[in-house]
DNA sequence: GCAGCAAACTTGAATGACTCAAGTAAAGGA
DNA sequence: TCCTTTACTTGAGTCATTCAAGTTTGCTGC
């Protein structure tokens, strides 16, 4: 299925910039909004800002792109979805990097204890730094992991 | 040990904003700097806003408060640090309530890979609806769970 | 193929959590 | 009690994101 099937499924109408938002973030690696407005410039010519934040809003909502939502950087966006993978986030250059769940299934996770929460999905996030990060800052000691 | 200690120990000076600090936050129920703030001007008149954002970065470091930040809310507090547990985060009001690590104890998640990173924390956060709000919605039936 | 309508897009302004900067007050060791 | 350093105050600034109002365009039905 392309790109414009998958928006029509999804009750989406087929525009050129969102064709041009689903290339560039599966082609990119978890970009955020500034880095997947640049792309759709390059492929379709000027669009605006905010027709790129109502898009991946949209696309987001359809279920086409997944968000993540690191604490203290900008969200980001991939187009990984509905399978069940987590992601490692470098505290120093905010690099995402996916990583297959633990467990290898949906649910992967469930609290030992939902308090009478209906729980609908787990986010879990690994922190620490990236491979390029730990040689320039000369880091090999894990601190103890919390959790 | 009571709080002055604490700050102290963690080479921090004794203010009646940051005791106040402590107090609210370990009274309150994850609270915001909002929340903080306010509380901490019930207890000891007038202190800025920024006085707030100041002191609990400065715990938040020094490891007397632990930060929870929820996609798409205000960061949040609590004093409950160094054990090992998750928390539900509820979609529709944004409470948060904490749930104990399914394993255990620490670490209780290491990823299946991690890719090269040198990995220092693990955050989960289980997203769902909370019991008053489900309620009111009438939510009874979960969404698969995606991990 | 064409009309009409809702969805998508444009421009421009606003919001809100948070940070930065510079000066003043006060904690706590000498 | 003095002095240094940390904490606090006030005020301005930043940045991702959203809101609003008006225009354009994809698409359904004729």
Known sequence: MDDAERLRQAGLR?????????????GGDHLDVDAIHRGVCERVGQVSLQAVYDSV????????????????????YETRVGDNHHHLVCRRCGRV??????????????????????????????????????AETGSTEPDAVRA
Chains 1, 2 share one sequence.
Not at 14 to 26: F, G, K, M, Q, Y
Not at 101 to 120: K, R, T
């Open 57 to 76: 809003n949209a696309l987001q909502r359809s279920g086409l792109l997944r968000r993540i939502e690191p604490a203290g950087s900008p969200t980001r």
């Open 14 to 26: 087929v525009t050129a910039a969102r064709l041009a938002i689903l290339r560039t973030v599966s």
């Open 97 to 134: 990097t996916d990583v297959d769940c633990a467990v290898g299934h949906a649910p992967c996770l469930e609290p030992a204890s939902d308090a009478g929460y209906l729980v609908d999905e787990a986010d879990v996030i690994y922190w620490g730094l990236c491979p390029p990060c730990r």
